[in-house]
């Protein structure tokens, strides 16, 4: 009989601007063994995005119901909208045995680690501040009031780090997908994990 373990929880976070999403989306390409929990959000969408794909597109009243009826596993508020990670979908996925990767912002992450503090919690780094800022600024979606606000919200964040697992710098998109990858191979080795698993298969062995 296999012994079934619960999936891995990882959640992805860091400043506004330091490139979680794109960070994300490579390595979802990298790994199909992941899987991408699709958040809820007030803002609207921006042209190319598809709603229950990118984000599950909400009015705040949506939302607000979501809240009361603890739909949410976590839930922000960020620049003026609400983020939220839908809970059912994360606990039945893990349940399956199937790792989930949340890319959520801060405060979000750190709602998470109260709750299920065996997840996996990954903090992207900017290689340097001005870096963060020219990053910010290129994405060419924001206005300057948006960028500025979004700037004040990253340098707090980054006071956050020592509260995360891991710390990973983006220099690169192919090199801190590849060291996330290392990451999660690790934690899915760990003993805690698949010392059940070992266990039975002696047993079954001997
Ligand atoms: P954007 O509007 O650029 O798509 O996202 C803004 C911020 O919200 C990003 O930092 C993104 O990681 C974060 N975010 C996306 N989904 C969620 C969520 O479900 N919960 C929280 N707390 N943050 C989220």
Redesign the pocket.
Same mark, same amino acid.
């Given at each position: 009989m296999m012994v079934k373990q619960k999936g891995l929880l990882i959640v992805? #976070? &860091?400043? /506004?601007g330091v490139g979680? !999403?794109t960070v994300c989306s490579y390595l979802r390409e990298k790994q199909d063994d992941i899987i991408y /929990?699709v #958040? *809820?959000?007030t803002?609207n969408p921006?042209s190319g995005e598809t709603d229950a794909e $990118?984000?599950f597109f909400k009015t705040r009243q949506e939302f607000e119901q979501m809240i009361k009826e603890d739909q949410?596993l976590?839930? *922000?508020e960020?620049?003026g $909208?609400y983020? &939220?990670?839908p809970r059912a979908f994360v606990e039945e996925t893990l349940q399956q045995g199937k790792d989930v990767i949340?890319? =959520?912002? =801060? $405060? !979000? *992450?750190l709602?998470v680690k109260e709750k299920y503090g065996e997840g996996i919690f990954i903090f992207l780094m900017p290689p340097t501040l001005a870096e963060l800022k020219n990053r910010i600024i290129n994405r060419g979606t924001e206005t300057a009031e948006s960028i500025l606000k979004r700037m004040n919200v990253a340098k707090n964040e980054l006071q956050m780090m020592k509260h995360y697992d891991y710390l990973v710098m983006n220099d690169e998109v192919s090199k801190a997908v590849e060291r996330i990858q290392s990451i999660i191979e690790a934690e899915r080795l760990r003993k805690e994990r698949i010392l059940p698993y070992y266990e039975q298969w002696l047993k079954e062995e001997l």
């Open positions: 992805l #976070s &860091g400043p /506004s979680k !999403g /929990s #958040s *809820a959000t803002r921006r $990118n984000y949410l976590e839930w *922000a960020y620049v $909208n983020y &939220g990670t949340l890319e =959520i912002e =801060i $405060n !979000g *992450a709602q």
